[in-house]
């Protein structure tokens, strides 16, 4: 069993849709847990990072981290063509330089 | 802020030639940069974990000898791929964590090099 998973996708929405995506893990020690976006041939972009359980808005992205079922939901509200890439999910233990053990990233595309 | 860059962007080389890559924080002191290597739709893989001053930590089946890590400063770390082969083409990335926030473990990515090897 991998310690991260996320299901590739593709997920595909008109614009305008709300937007859910999923990781679920087996190591109850993550403690940091990040949402990333990457588009085609580009790195990673740093969306959003929780600490622990609870709830996290940006604008138009909502993070979820729900410890106890060890799942992490990233929301996309309003969703634009401009949304459409992959997004990664990322965690890692407590500790300085804990490595981050990544999702395979899904796959969204955004219809205008 | 958090800006990372890499250099260069993309390389074609022969193969048996070394090439170079570089990572540079612009805005933040790095001391620590991660080095991933990623496949066409796949995720990232992490290759070594550099820390400036001190020897790069290799992953299992990473071979150090070939690629080769320097992290000579705190916004500077280049990875070296030795006596590059076609297998050994693939997207490089680097990131960086910012030394400053030091209660996260976030990572901020360069954009990327792609190194073909014919």
């Known amino acids: 069993q991998k310690e991260v998973e996320q299901d590739p996708g593709p997920l595909s929405v008109p614009e305008g849709a709300i937007v859910s995506l999923n990781c679920t893990y087996s190591?109850?020690?993550?403690?940091?847990f990040m949402w990333y976006r990457q588009y085609s041939r580009k790195g990673p972009e740093l969306l959003m990072y929780?600490?622990s359980s609870g709830n996290k808005e940006d604008g138009r992205f909502t993070a979820q981290v729900d410890k106890s079922s060890k799942y992490i939901s990233l929301f996309i509200r309003d969703s634009q063509p401009s949304d459409s890439a992959t997004y990664l999910c990322?965690?890692?233990?407590?500790?300085?330089?804990?490595?981050?053990?990544w999702g395979l990233g899904t796959s969204l595309a955004v219809n205008p | 802020g958090a800006v990372v860059s890499q250099h260069p962007s993309r390389v074609i080389c022969k193969s048996g030639t070394s090439v170079k890559i570089e990572c540079r924080s612009l805005?933040?002191?790095?001391?620590?940069m991660f080095w991933y290597r990623q496949f066409p739709k796949k995720s990232l893989m992490l290759m070594a974990t550099?820390?400036?001053?001190?020897?790069?930590?290799?992953e299992q089946g990473v071979e150090k000898d070939k690629f080769l890590i320097n992290h000579a400063s705190l916004t500077l770390s280049t990875l070296t791929v030795t006596s590059a082969h076609p297998e050994d083409s693939s997207f490089y990335i680097c990131?960086?964590?910012?030394?400053?926030?030091?209660?996260?473990?976030?990572?901020?990515f360069g954009p990327g090099t792609r190194l073909t090897v014919l």
């Open positions: 990131s960086a964590r910012d030394h400053a926030k030091s209660s996260y473990n976030e990572q901020f």
């Open positions: 805005d933040f002191q790095a001391t620590t």
């Open positions: 550099s820390n400036e001053g001190s020897k790069a930590t290799y």
């Open positions: 190591n109850s020690a993550f403690q940091y």
């Open positions: 929780t600490y």
């Open positions: 990322a965690m890692s233990r407590a500790g300085n330089n804990r490595k981050l053990i």
